[in-house]
């Protein structure tokens, strides 16, 4: 990796998926994730509902063995879950009463949340519908007026296992990344300025571009339509995930 790609000199970083997270994030005060279709979102409707969220990279054999030792609810796949599991889906923690403690394997968005963490950032969670409120919190908890934050769009993966760029998780850091400007952040790497203006692009109707884009239409298509508008209220949560000791808890910004 060539040293410019850490976009150093910059107080606001942007990149994408797990390795821009390393690479931005290396030395990040505070690293934030967005992952709109569906862990940040699922993540901001479960500490809205007063759950804690345990991050878990894999969904194999050793998430349940996990869940059981942390006293958790496992989060099913999306496609297997039944009635009255909860899943990635935001809509079955809507759906079911309110448990103290969900186990949410995710191999996007917990897996860089976790590492981030483990580099010693302070970690959050963040999408389209709680961009503001993790924007205030970040402004308020600044130790220092040179603070960096690093946003990370997660994106999602082809099938081959490389990055597909979601656009939804573009537009969710710009949103970030245009409110933190409003506040008074300054020096934004050349990447987070073209994040901040993708989203300006599409504020206006920002819902039904979510409907529209690929992961929307591929979500809708296969049944899961309510995540889709879940995800699509805009701002409305005052929740903010915050990440500490390898759980998510939500604080109120």
């Not at 909860?86 to 923690?93: D, F, G």
């Not at 490389?162 to 050349?190: M, Q, T």
Request: net charge negative.
């Amino acid at each position: 990796m060539h040293p410019a790609h850490a976009q150093r000199p910059y107080r606001l970083r942007f990149d994408w998926g797990l390795t821009g997270a390393q690479t931005v994030g290396a030395d990040a005060d505070v690293v934030v994730v967005v992952d709109v279709l569906s862990f940040t979102t699922t993540l901001s409707v479960a500490v809205e509902s007063g759950a804690q969220v345990l991050p878990y990279r894999w969904k194999d054999e050793t998430a349940a063995r996990h869940a059981a030792q942390r006293q958790a609810v496992l989060a099913v796949g999306r496609s297997v879950a039944g009635p009255g599991d909860i899943s990635l889906s935001p809509a079955t923690i809507r759906a079911n009463p309110p448990v103290h403690r969900i186990l949410l394997p995710s191999p996007n968005g917990s897996t860089i949340s976790l590492l981030a963490g483990a580099r010693g950032a302070t970690v959050v969670g963040a999408a389209l519908r709680n961009f503001s409120a993790v924007a205030r919190w970040i402004t308020r908890s600044a130790a220092s007026p040179e603070w960096t934050v690093a946003v990370i769009a997660a994106g999602e993966k082809w099938d081959d296992g490389s990055l597909r760029p979601a656009v939804e998780d573009l537009w969710g850091a710009g949103a970030i990344l245009r409110s933190l400007k409003g506040a008074g952040f300054v020096n934004a790497s050349p990447e987070a300025e073209v994040a901040a203006a993708a989203y300006a692009a599409v504020e206006a109707d920002a819902p039904a571009a979510l409907r529209a884009c690929a992961s929307g239409r591929e979500l809708i298509e296969m049944g899961f339509g309510e995540d889709v508008e879940i995800a699509a209220e805009i701002d409305r949560c005052r929740h903010v995930p915050v990440l500490e000791g390898g759980v998510f808890s939500g604080t109120v910004a």
